[in-house]
């Protein structure tokens, strides 16, 4: 569907606002307006534009033009009225050492923050899994490097995207990541993911090709391995009161209806007190 569609069905949700992955968009003014104002007519917020840039590229050439798509990628979430704009630390390839790749994800995004911060943008790192047009996972996927990354950058225009889901497919707990970075956490990906065959360690196998795996699925939120009771109540302990998007829709707007209930129930219960 267009983007336009996508927008009238999204306010037939109930719904506050629609986050974009950059795919969505062209980068011409008359689209960009045109969606501005189909958002604006519905009364719909864009509270964050979900980005994927590949901050690992070993090609100086090649990282310059990720940071300069992410530069835009920032303009176009200023003009959309949005708060959030994704940073990834980008693949894990396999010549490039943990270190060297850590170096390189921090300083890149510590050179981002000041035009995020002029445009009155937060930069919200995710602890990624991979993107669909990647070769190899994410380079931050295991929790000690996504981690060390953010604890390295202190900014009030950096902070943390968190998305659970990502954590059990990364073979760890996402409760005790959750508990580690609560306090940078501005954002967050509600999702429950599934195996629609296989196991973790057959997803592992699959991992060193574009795009995800054919066995991995998002499903109906509330049904997956996920405990929104503990992660909204820690949330709620260190005052979180920002956005937390919906990864479902994919078998349909009656699973996706039935996800916007269970978080609204959820989020009735532990933010509304």
Same mark, same amino acid.
């Given at each position: 569907?267009?983007?336009?569609?996508?927008?009238?069905?999204?306010?037939?949700?109930?719904?506050?606002?629609?986050?974009?992955?950059?795919?969505?968009?062209?980068?011409?003014?008359?689209?960009?307006?045109?969606?501005?104002?189909?958002?604006?007519?519905?009364?719909?917020?864009?509270?964050?534009?979900?980005?994927?840039?590949?901050?690992?590229?070993?090609?100086?050439?090649?990282?310059?033009?990720?940071?300069?798509?992410?530069?835009?990628?920032?303009?176009?979430?200023?003009?959309?009225?949005?708060?959030?704009?994704?940073?990834?630390?980008?693949?894990?390839?396999?010549?490039?050492?943990?270190?060297?790749?850590?170096?390189?994800?921090?300083?890149?995004?510590?050179?981002?923050?000041?035009?995020?911060?002029?445009?009155?943008?937060?930069?919200?790192?995710?602890?990624?899994?991979?993107?669909?047009?990647?070769?190899?996972?994410?380079?931050?996927?295991?929790?000690?490097?996504?981690?060390?990354?953010? /604890?390295? *950058?202190? &900014?009030?225009?950096?902070? =943390?995207? %968190?998305?659970?889901?990502?954590? +059990?497919?990364? !073979?760890? #707990?996402?409760?005790?990541?959750?508990?580690?970075?609560?306090?940078?956490?501005?954002?967050?990906?509600?999702?429950?993911?599934?195996?629609?065959?296989?196991?973790?360690?057959?997803?592992?196998?699959?991992?060193?090709?574009?795009?995800?795996?054919?066995?991995?699925?998002?499903?109906?939120?509330?049904?997956?391995?996920?405990?929104? /009771?503990? *992660?909204? &109540?820690?949330?709620?302990? =260190?005052? %979180?009161?920002?956005?937390?998007? +919906?990864?479902? !829709?994919? #078998?349909?707007?009656?699973?996706?209806?039935?996800?916007?209930?269970?978080?609204?129930?959820?989020?009735?219960?532990?933010?509304?007190?």
């Amino acid at each position: 569907m267009t983007i336009f569609e996508w927008i009238e069905l999204g306010a037939t949700l109930g719904v506050d606002g629609l986050e974009f992955y950059s795919g969505f968009l062209k980068d011409d003014d008359l689209f960009l307006r045109r969606v501005k104002a189909a958002l604006e007519k519905h009364n719909l917020a864009m509270p964050m534009l979900c980005c994927s840039p590949d901050f690992t590229q070993l090609d100086r050439y090649s990282l310059e033009r990720e940071i300069d798509y992410e530069k835009r990628m920032i303009e176009i979430t200023a003009f959309l009225g949005g708060r959030f704009c994704r940073v990834l630390s980008g693949q894990r390839r396999p010549e490039l050492t943990r270190e060297d790749g850590i170096e390189q994800v921090v300083r890149v995004i510590k050179e981002l923050l000041p035009f995020a911060e002029e445009h009155g943008v937060i930069l919200n790192m995710e602890n990624h899994y991979k993107d669909n047009y990647w070769e190899y996972p994410e380079f931050a996927q295991k929790m000690d490097v996504f981690i060390e990354i953010v /604890d390295r *950058i202190d &900014s009030p225009s950096f902070g =943390v995207n %968190f998305d659970p889901s990502n954590t +059990i497919l990364a !073979g760890e #707990d996402p409760l005790v990541l959750l508990d580690r970075v609560k306090h940078r956490v501005v954002s967050m990906h509600a999702s429950d993911r599934f195996l629609k065959c296989g196991t973790i360690e057959d997803l592992r196998k699959e991992e060193n090709s574009v795009g995800y795996a054919s066995r991995l699925s998002h499903g109906v939120i509330g049904r997956g391995l996920n405990d929104y /009771d503990k *992660i909204f &109540s820690t949330l709620h302990s =260190v005052g %979180f009161s920002s956005w937390i998007s +919906i990864e479902d !829709g994919l #078998d349909g707007m009656d699973e996706l209806r039935e996800s916007v209930n269970f978080l609204r129930c959820k989020i009735d219960r532990h933010f509304t007190n």
